[in-house]
Each structure stands twice: as C-alpha cells, then as structure tokens.
C-alpha cells in the first residue's frame, strides 16, 4: 500500500515514538524504532492500527509496536498489548490468525 497515512507521531528519543491520546484512545501509543524506519512504517496503515489497539476495552498500559511493525489483521504485525482480565477483551488479531 503507497498511500500515507496520517496519525501523529512525536519523536522522545532515537528509538521511542509516542502517538498521543486522541478521539476513542483510552491510552496513548508508543512505538520503538528510528527516524529512517518511521519514514517506511508511515506509508503503510500500521500506526494507525497501533491507535485503534489503543481504544480497545480494558486495555492496560500503552498500545506498543516493536520496530518490525507493519500492517496487519487488527493489530499491527509488531504489536503488543495488554488487556485486564476483568473488563478487557480477548483479540486473536493480537496473535494472528495463521497459527494453527
């Protein structure tokens, strides 16, 4: 996919991203890589995918995404996140679907 998506990212460091909270977000993204792979990760829909993980209920602590990210089937290839046992979800776009 060519086209450029468009989620805010803030650069804190040389290998940390932060997507701030924004809309449905219950917490904020943070993402692990450098400046010249931000550049390739932005041309596909993976950090727009870190922000939808960010909605999600029961979600605890960042919506995170490993510097392998790309896209995926609900979440980011790269992701990771954390739900509360109680009142969060149980996803299997967080592990994928080719497992078998």
């Known amino acids: 996919m060519s086209e450029k998506y468009t989620v805010k990212v803030h650069k804190i460091d040389e290998w940390k ?10 917490t904020e993204g943070l993402v692990y890589t450098d400046e010249k792979m931000m550049k390739d990760i932005q041309k596909d829909q993976s ?23 790309h896209w995926g089937y609900g979440f980011p290839i790269g992701g990771v996140a954390a739900f509360d046992m109680d009142s969060g979800i149980v996803s299997p776009g967080g592990v994928g679907y080719d497992i078998n």
């Open 17 to 26: 991203w932060r997507i701030p909270r924004e809309g449905k977000m219950r």
């Open 47 to 69: 950090l727009l995918q870190v922000a939808n993980v960010a909605s999600l209920p029961g979600i605890v602590g960042q919506s995170m995404a490993m510097p392998d990210i």
